[in-house]
Nanobody, 124 residues
Framework: QVQLVESGGGSVQAGGSLRLSCAASGRTFRTYTMGWFRQAPGKEREFVAAIAWSGGSTYYADSVKGRFTISRDNAKNTVLLQMNSLKPEDTAVYYC?????????????????WGQGTQVTVSS
């Protein structure tokens, strides 16, 4: 069992930056592939980024590639999402998720555990 708690959301102007953090409980955190998803009002939850259990492999949605960076610290049971050059279309609730699948996966049903989400609002 893994419990996930996101933090770091907020409001920022276009072009600004935010860093989201996901704190995970459980001694098996290092064995999970971790991902970030987001959901805007009236839209489906969409994949943003994922990182393998070792941190050696990452994958990004085309919409955030080159602007967002996912990283993890297995010693601290945390996953970070650094978001730069933010755009109004990045506005959404951002969710941290964990999966026992030992490879990068990008669809929500493949993830086993979810955080409660943190709001990110980007104004133009």
């Amino acid at each position: 069992q893994v419990q996930l708690v996101e933090s770091g959301g907020g409001s920022v102007q276009a072009g600004g930056s935010l860093r989201l953090s996901c704190a995970a409980s459980g001694r098996t955190f290092r064995t999970y592939t971790m991902g970030w998803f987001r959901q805007a009002p009236g839209k489906e939850r969409e994949f943003v980024a994922a990182i393998a259990w070792s941190g050696g492999s990452t994958y990004y949605a085309d919409s955030v590639k080159g602007r967002f960076t996912i990283s993890r610290d297995n010693a601290k049971n945390t996953v970070l999402l650094q978001m730069n050059s933010l755009k109004p279309e990045d506005t959404a609730v951002y969710y941290c998720a964990a999966t026992r699948v030992l490879r990068i996966v990008t669809t929500a049903p493949e993830y086993d555990y979810w955080g409660q989400g943190t709001q990110v609002t980007v104004s133009s």
